[in-house]
Structure formats: structure tokens, C-alpha cells
């Protein structure tokens, strides 16, 4: 097992073979790979927070993880973007899962669970968007649970 860093093309298109819920993030300031034998088995993508008031120059947001089921390799992934992001400076890394989502490689990477958040049409939606409008690809009308791991000197 080997981790480095991968193009937001070759994730975006992991993301797309192999995700079960979500498309790929419109952009991302880096992301990761995990290889097995040379073989990609998992990407981490992480970005600018999608959420503004998270948005402060010092939070990067894993936007999406994605595994072919390899043992261990989210957990991997997670703990590999939270080293690079503190090495590149910044003091806290946010994530969702939905509601119904264990969190165990979270947590295996030292995140801890802040808040559980309501469903809602989108991630994007106002609270009076309405119910057609949704995009049946990802997390419109699912409860979420928002994690983080910061910086501890």
C-alpha cells in the first residue's frame, strides 16, 4: 500500500466508477490516492469548506472519499489529508457523512463527531428551494453529521 498524491482528473473519475451516492467535487486543492500494486483502490479529495462561515483560510474540507472496498482505506485516506493539511499550514479539517454512516474511519483517524445536522433539499438549497429542483445524485434530503480534527499546537 503506498499513498501520494493523484490528479483531479484520475479522482474525479475514481469518484465517478465508484462512488455509491455522490458525483465528483467541481474542484479541490488536493487530492490523495491510495495504491495497492500500483492500482488506485481509493481517493481523498479535499477543498475550500463549502459551507462560507467554515471558509477561513485555515480549514480545508474533505469533499470526498471513495474506496473499492479496500480494508482500511478510508481510514488511511483521511489520516493522509490531515497530515497534509497541517503541513500546508492549516489548523482544522471538517467533514460529512450521512446520518446513517458509522464514522468508524473517522474516528480511526482521529476526527471527532461535532453536529448532526437536518436533512435538507441540498447541500446548496435555501430552506424554501423547492423539492423538484433537487438533484437526485448525493445528499439533497439526508440528514448529516459534521466531524473535524484540529490542530493540537
Known amino acids: 500500500m503506498k499513498i501520494g498524491p493523484v490528479t483531479f482528473k484520475e479522482a474525479c473519475r475514481f469518484v465517478s466508477t465508484h462512488h455509491r451516492h455522490n ?14 500494486n500500483g492500482e488506485i483502490v481509493g481517493v481523498a479529495m479535499a477543498g475550500r469548506p463549502v459551507a462560507r462561515h467554515f471558509d477561513d483560510g485555515l480549514t480545508i474540507e474533505v ?12 481510514s488511511m485516506l483521511y489520516g493522509a489529508v490531515w497530515r497534509a493539511a497541517k503541513a500546508m499550514g492549516y489548523e482544522r479539517c ?11 474511519s473517522l474516528r480511526a483517524a482521529g476526527f471527532i463527531r461535532v453536529k448532526e445536522l437536518p436533512a435538507r433539499l441540498s447541500w446548496a438549497a435555501s430552506s424554501v428551494a423547492l423539492k423538484d429542483m ?12 459534521l466531524w473535524e480534527i484540529k490542530r493540537t499546537s
Open 23 to 36: 458525483k465528483p467535487p467541481r474542484g479541490h486543492k488536493f487530492s490523495i490516492a491510495l495504491r495497492v
Open 63 to 74: 469533499n470526498r472519499t471513495c474506496t473499492d472496498g479496500f480494508r482500511n482505506a478510508n
Open 94 to 104: 471538517i467533514t460529512y457523512t450521512q446520518a446513517d454512516e458509522s464514522g468508524v
Open 134 to 145: 433537487r438533484d437526485p445524485v448525493g445528499n439533497g434530503g439526508v440528514a448529516r453529521i
